[in-house]
Each structure stands twice: as structure tokens, then as C-alpha cells.
């Protein structure tokens, strides 16, 4: 297995000249950066030349590294953030979250395609050989492919989504692909099944009346000219390839194209990074093991009310383990030989070390990754996004629970603290799933940039991408296939019906008799 992976990074290394490669890493979550960096810097270092778009800086960038800082967009998405603890959705409103979804996305696609650093870039006289885009309901971005006259590869941070299958046209039967915001598996029941084809249809419903005519005029507005073809038709013809922020061991088997490669865990280091002798020496100190509380990148702790603060605190003081708590601010008043807080943790290193024995998280794609690659169960605490179908899936698999912030009391937060980390079930049930991910040829990041560099080397590979794209929707589902074929039916049944009650009249007909004068 290693030699034939040290082979394929051999031939791929050798095969692949230098090129120049564009990344729009547009959201302002630093998550979703945490991918494209990561992916970025790995292709960087095969000789490639690489320009990141990104609205947070990139410190120290090593040489063939260029940053194109999109300074101002991330504020929105504070605003956004600052009183998400107060207004967290509802569970049953998913045709709400749809609409959240593409007002906010159009917004930020507005702002970084008319971003003065972006349209200097446009105007410049640079080229690029590739663009490497997240995929976040932004279709307006495969312009760049169009205007520099190169392949499009896209990663989908969140997975399987509707925008990501769009590009490829691969099958999604909604009888057992959720929409990636519902906290469905691929085995729903009917009530889910109804649930999931009315919140798609919404969704479909929603694109074409409003996201696609919303992101044809970006398009047009920031890729001006004459003699390009319409956004309807480039978002299905010039992405070569979808990079998926999952795995079939962790989330379900999907119909794939063989231009949707999944890479989730691709941000994970095989060999972590040592830990800073502080946080070792807290969780080698842990007689009885160390609870990881982290919240993400997004999500501000503080901004949580006092009396959730109290319930968590007061159910931390009934276990025996120590805590690593990342925590934004001074606010938090501990017992420094209980708790560690700190502002920033280096997530990957802690989950690795096995004195860990859970994590409780607000149930990120990234770090529900973490947690399977490093064997963690964890406790979820839902706030937005697909956060709430991230942490029932792994509910539903048995590596982990959840509890909802609505409900988290002191009670709701000690009945799960108790029952992960003393049901042997859970760290039973993740090891195996850990055994299964961690069961493949390449690294996730080795397999990204191998298929990135493929794309290059076979000039956008058009033998991956499937016909499907351009057929209509009649054709797609045989509609006019059907007609033909059930008018044939009804004329085949019809016709000799009519045939036999002809002969029949005839053969059956009353003869007449004639009267004599």
C-alpha cells in the first residue's frame, strides 16, 4: 500500500509542469479556509504557483504564494454571528434556512466579485492554467474559468449539496439523498422521505426563480463582454472536477461521477504537530483524561447567556475529567487546575493525544472529522447550517450524541456528559469508524492533489465529465421516452379493442327485412 502511494506521488510530481492556479476561498469562515489553505500550500510545494482569494490574511506566505485580501467581506458574516445564540433556528424550519442560505450567499458573492482587489486582479494581465473555487451557492465564480479560458475545480466544504451536484449533473434520488441542511441519513423513513422531497423541491423552486437569475447578473456585471455564453449554461459545462469534504465511511454512500473525488479530512495532519508544552503537560496531568470543548472558529462563546454558562460549569464540576475549553475572552472565571482556556487550541494535536476521552463540539463537518479520524466520540451542541445533520449522523451511527442548546440545562448537559463518557459504546463504535476512514490508499490530501494535478495534466479532462449536463429536463427523466412508449401501450391495447368491436358490429349487425307490397 505505501509503495503504491509513494508511487502515484511520484508520477504525479513528475508528470505535472508548474502552473499557475487561482483559489477563491470567498466565505468568511475560517473553516472553510482551513481547506483551501491546506490544499492550497500542498500544491504549492509541488512547484505550482498559487493566488488565494480570502477575505482573512495569510501571514508569511511562503514564495509562490500570492494573496488577494478580500479586507471588509467578513464583517457581514459577523454581523451575522454576533446573536446567532439567540436566534438559532427552529429544527423544522429547513424552507427558511434555504432562503438564509441563498440571501446570504448572493450578498457575499455580490461583494467579492465587485471587491476592488478582485476587479484589479480581473483587469490585470495575469493568467492562470487553473481556478480552484469553494463551492457556496456562488455559481457567479465559474466566470473566472470563462475568463481566463481554463478548467474549474470546485470543493464543496459542506459536502454533498445541491450546488455541488449541479455542476456535475450526478444522480440524487430524493427517496435517499437528504438535502444536506435536513438531519437525514440515506435510510429514511416515508414521514422523512415526504419531508426531504418538499424541502428539495423548495429548493429547486427557490434556485431558478431567484439564485440563478440573482447570480446571472454578477456574472454579467463583473465579467462584462459580449461573447460569453449565459451562467445557465458555463455552471454546467466548464467545472472539471468536484472535490467533496466527505467520506463514505462517515456520512453514506452516494452515487458518484467520476469527476467527484471525496477528500474529507484533507485539513488533517497524519503526523500532528507536537503539542505546546502547557496544554501536554495539562493532559498528561488528567488522571482521568481530558474533555476538549471547543465551539469552532465561527461561533463565539461568550455570546452565550450566563445561565447556559452556569448549567455547563456546573456539570463539569461532576466529573472527575479536566477541561480544555477554547474561549474567546477574559470572561470565563475558572479553576486553573480544572479547566485550561485559551483563545486559540491547535484542535488536530489535542484530539490526537489518547488521553482524550471526548469532545464536545458544535458539530462542524471538520471537526466531526477530526473527531472519527482520531477516535473521540463527542457530544454536539447544534447551532446553524448543516451542524444539526453533521452531529444526528453521528448520533445515528453510535459515535457520538447530541443535545439541543434550546434544552441544554444543567441536567440536559450532566445526562451527556455521564453518557459518553461512561457508556463503553461510544468509543467502541468511533474506533471502528476510525479504522474505516483511515482505511485508504492516499492521504485525503494526497488524493486532492493528485486529481487537481490530473485535471491539469489531461487539459481540463472532459473524458470524466458525464453527458447528463446537457440534456434537458424532459430528456433527463425520459419524459418524452415515456409518451412515446405508453402511447404505444394504449394504441397496441386500444387499436385491436377497436379493431374486434368493428368486426363484431359487422358480423352482429341485424338484417333487414323487406316488406312485401
Not at 472553510?32 to 508569511?60: D, R
Not at 439567540?86 to 438564509?100: A, C, G, L, M
Request: charged residues 20%; aromatic residues 12%; hydrophobic residues 40%.
Amino acid at each position: 500500500m505505501i509503495v503504491i502511494r509513494l508511487l502515484l506521488i511520484f508520477l504525479a510530481a513528475n508528470l505535472t509542469n508548474g502552473a499557475k492556479i487561482l483559489s477563491i476561498f470567498h466565505t468568511a469562515s475560517k473553516s472553510h479556509l482551513i481547506l483551501g489553505k491546506q490544499l492550497m500550500f500542498e500544491l504549492n510545494k509541488a512547484g505550482h504557483e498559487i493566488t488565494i482569494i480570502t477575505p482573512f490574511p495569510i501571514k508569511n506566505p511562503p514564495k509562490g504564494i500570492t494573496h488577494v485580501h478580500l479586507e471588509g467581506i467578513d464583517t457581514a458574516f459577523d454581523e451575522y454571528l454576533d446573536d446567532i445564540f439567540d436566534r438559532i433556528n427552529e429544527q423544522e424550519e429547513y424552507f427558511r434556512k434555504v432562503d438564509e442560505f441563498y440571501e446570504f450567499a448572493n450578498y457575499v458573492t455580490a461583494d467579492t466579485l465587485q471587491h476592488p482587489n478582485v476587479q484589479k486582479l480581473l483587469k490585470s494581465d495575469a493568467t492562470f492554467d487553473l481556478i480552484i473555487m469553494e463551492i457556496f451557492v456562488n455559481d457567479a465564480f465559474v466566470g473566472f474559468g470563462h475568463h481566463y479560458n481554463c478548467p474549474v475545480v470546485g470543493l464543496s466544504t459542506m459536502g454533498i449539496t445541491p450546488w455541488a451536484i449541479d455542476f456535475v449533473g450526478a444522480p440524487a434520488p430524493m427517496s435517499f439523498v437528504p438535502i444536506f441542511m435536513i438531519p437525514y441519513k440515506d435510510n429514511m423513513n416515508l414521514q422523512e422521505r415526504i419531508m426531504n422531497i418538499l424541502v428539495s423541491l423548495y429548493e429547486r423552486y427557490r434556485l431558478y426563480t431567484k439564485y440563478i437569475p440573482e447570480q446571472q447578473g454578477h456574472y454579467e456585471i463583473a465579467f462584462p463582454g459580449n461573447n460569453k455564453p449565459p451562467l445557465s449554461e458555463l455552471r454546467k459545462s466548464i467545472v472539471s472536477l468536484v472535490l467533496l469534504n466527505t467520506h463514505f465511511s462517515i456520512n453514506f454512500p452516494k452515487a458518484l461521477f467520476p469527476n467527484m473525488i471525496e477528500v474529507g479530512g484533507l485539513q488533517i495532519n497524519p503526523n500532528p504537530e507536537p503539542l505546546p508544552e502547557d496544554i501536554k503537560k495539562f493532559i498528561e496531568s488528567a488522571e482521568d483524561g481530558v474533555i476538549y470543548f471547543s465551539m469552532g472558529t465561527n461561533v463565539i462563546p461568550s455570546k452565550m447567556t450566563q445561565e447556559k454558562r452556569n448549567a455547563i460549569l456546573n456539570s463539569f464540576a461532576k466529573f472527575k475529567q479536566k477541561v480544555i475549553w477554547k474561549w474567546n475572552d477574559e470572561s470565563l472565571q475558572v479553576d486553573p487546575t480544572k479547566f485550561l482556556i485559551k483563545k486559540w487550541l491547535p484542535q488536530d494535536a489535542i484530539l490526537a493525544h489518547p488521553n482524550v476521552k471526548l469532545f464536545i463540539t458544535h458539530g462542524g463537518l471538520l471537526s466531526c472529522t477530526e473527531s472519527v479520524y482520531h477516535g473521540v466520540p463527542i457530544l454536539g451542541v447544534p447551532i446553524f447550517g448543516d451542524q444539526l445533520a453533521n452531529v444526528n449522523n453521528a448520533k445515528k451511527e453510535g459515535w457520538g450524541t447530541w443535545i439541543d442548546y434550546r434544552n441544554l440545562t444543567e441536567t440536559s448537559f450532566t445526562w451527556a456528559l455521564n453518557e459518553v463518557l461512561n457508556n463503553p459504546k461510544y468509543t467502541k463504535t468511533i474506533k471502528t469508524s476510525q479504522k474505516l476512514f483511515r482505511d485508504q490508499p492516499m492521504t485525503p490530501l494526497e488524493t486532492a492533489k493528485f486529481w487537481v494535478e490530473y485535471v491539469l495534466r489531461h487539459n481540463g479532462a472532459p473524458h470524466m465529465k458525464s453527458h447528463v449536463n446537457k440534456m434537458s429536463v424532459i430528456e433527463y427523466y425520459n419524459f418524452d421516452a415515456y409518451a412515446i412508449l405508453i402511447s404505444a401501450i394504449i394504441l397496441g391495447i386500444a387499436l385491436p379493442i377497436m379493431l374486434i368491436k368493428k368486426i363484431l358490429s359487422i358480423i352482429c349487425r341485424p338484417t333487414r327485412k323487406i316488406k312485401s307490397s
